[in-house]
């Protein structure tokens, strides 16, 4: 490459990195703006919060369209490209965890104030992990971090040991009184969201670790989330 295309292709590059960062800003702040709109069942921040999710949707496709572009115009090879192919699959990550979060601010509107302040500080606490995951994965990538990223990868152990306990509490409220099956679910599907958001985390890590070493993670996940045996089926229901 010449000089010039160098220079241009790290000023495409700066930009697609800009932009990830204005879309990952946004969406730490969409997630804290949920977990406080549930735990303080503030529907009109929740409403504000479904209402700028559009805006994590418009910036996932500008970032695709810019990292689309800067390909066919550059035709990166090997660092550079995966530079580019990581981008995009870290747009789609914070795009679904902005959706995730969305439908967690949805359920502020089905909350009561008789709800245990028990069972919402599990869930509340759930939220907080899950945004130190989120902040902390956004930081190794902004440094192409890939310990730090590892580090991430594996503290997700521990919001899915989180929501284990969550799960099984929930459930006993629910046979113990069926009046509270119908909120005791608007729960579970808010702290299913926020280990699902965990996994969305572990997704950029492991990308993370793609882009700085070349190859895929040969580890397999740590994965603790036992409760699928013995629940209702809440996988690919809660994330738009």
Known sequence: MSDHIVKAYDEDLSQLKTML????GLVEQQLDDAIDALTRRDTALADRVIQNDERVD??????????????????????????????IRVASDLERIGDLAKNTAKR??????QLPR??????????????VELKNILDAYSHSDAEMAM?????????????????????T???????????CTHLLFGAKNMERIGDHATNIAENIHYLVHGKPLGE?????????????????????
């Open 220 to 240: 397999g996940r740590p994965k603790k989330d036992v409760t699928a045996a013995m629940r209702i089926d809440l996988e690919g229901s809660d994330d738009r």
């Open 58 to 87: 418009v910036l996932e496709h500008q970032i695709e369209e810019k990292a689309i572009l800067t390909i066919a115009k550059r035709q990166p090879v090997a660092r550079d490209l995966r530079e580019i192919m990581v981008a």
């Open 173 to 183: 409220y629910m046979m113990e009184d069926p009046r509270n099956i119908s909120l």
């Open 21 to 24: 960062a204005q879309m990952g």
């Open 108 to 113: 502020t509107h089905a909350m009561s104030d």
């Open 118 to 131: 028990k069972l919402m500080s599990g869930v509340t606490r759930m939220g907080r992990l899950a945004q």
């Open 151 to 171: 580090e991430v990868w594996r503290s997700d152990e521990e919001l899915d040991a989180l929501y284990n306990s969550i799960f099984r509490e929930l459930l």
